[in-house]
Each structure stands twice: as C-alpha cells, then as structure tokens.
C-alpha cells in the first residue's frame, strides 16, 4: 500500500471545546502522521471557496457561517491510503451513524457541526492542500 497524503480540518466545534489534542490523538493512533499544522479563522471568502462545490446545497450557508464561527486547524496527514484512513476513523457524517470509535461517533455534535473534513479523494486532497498549505510548509 502506497503512502499517500489526505488533507483534514478540525473544525471550529472542535476548537471551541479544546479537542484538537483529543482529535489529532485519534488520527495518530490511526496511523496517520501530522507534515503539516495552522491553526486560523477562515474568512468568509476562504469557507466560500472551499466548499464552492456544495454551493448549491441548501446548507451550504449555513456550513459556511459555522465553518467561520471561531478558529479551525487545517493539517497534512501522510499515511498508508491516507484518504482512506481518514475517513474510517473520521465516521459518517451524521455522528448518528457514525461507527463507535469514529471521531465523529466519539465527539461530533451534530451533522454539521461534525468536528473533522477529511478529503475524499486523492485528487480532492492535492487541491485542499495547495489551498492551504505551501510546499515548504509541508515536512514529512
Ligand atoms: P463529509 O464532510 O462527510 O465529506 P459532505 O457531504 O461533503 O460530508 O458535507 C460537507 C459538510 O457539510 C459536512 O461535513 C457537514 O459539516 C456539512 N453537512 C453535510 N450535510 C449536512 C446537512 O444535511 N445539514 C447541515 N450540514 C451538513
């Protein structure tokens, strides 16, 4: 299995309850290695753009005010199928049906306000990266 790189935020409910230690412990134990690490408060313009392909959905609004609610940390994960691995531990995205042991079946509050994003392609995965992140920025 290759090693590959996915691209995760811990979101503002997140944040606000002081679980970016809690979450990222999660992600390391599943194998999962932090290369790169920023802790902002998105603009507007930026939680717009990167969810631009939910746009039309009727939460989009919604997902975009809350994504902007307080500080999120975006990160570089490296692992064996990384993206995959992510989004096993990182549950369903209604905690409600979310696996016990998921991130979002442990400490998810809701369906939007669902702790983590997680990429779910490699391909998805490049463009979130360079959104945030500078080759440079990045230390495997
Ligand atoms: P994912 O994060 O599990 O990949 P997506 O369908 O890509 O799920 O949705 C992106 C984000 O939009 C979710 O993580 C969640 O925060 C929010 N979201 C998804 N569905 C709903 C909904 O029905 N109501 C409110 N927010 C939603």
Do not use: W
Request: proline share 4%; net charge negative.
């Amino acid at each position: 299995m290759a090693v590959t790189r996915t691209f995760s935020i811990i979101k503002p409910d997140a944040t606000r309850r002081n679980l970016t230690g809690a979450v990222t412990k999660m992600l390391e134990d599943a194998g999962l290695r932090v290369v790169a690490s920023k802790r902002l408060h998105l603009t507007r313009d930026q939680a717009e753009g990167f969810y631009a392909v939910h746009r039309e959905r009727p939460f989009f609004g919604e997902l975009c005010e809350f994504m902007t609610s307080g500080p999120v940390v975006v990160q570089v994960l490296e692992g064996e199928d990384a993206v995959k691995r992510n989004r096993d531990i990182m549950g369903a995205t209604n905690p409600k049906d979310a696996a016990p042991g998921t991130i979002r079946k442990e400490l998810a509050e809701s369906i939007e306000a669902n702790t983590v994003h997680g990429s779910d392609s490699d391909e998805n995965a490049a463009i979130e990266i360079a959104y945030f992140f500078k080759p440079e920025e990045i230390v495997g």
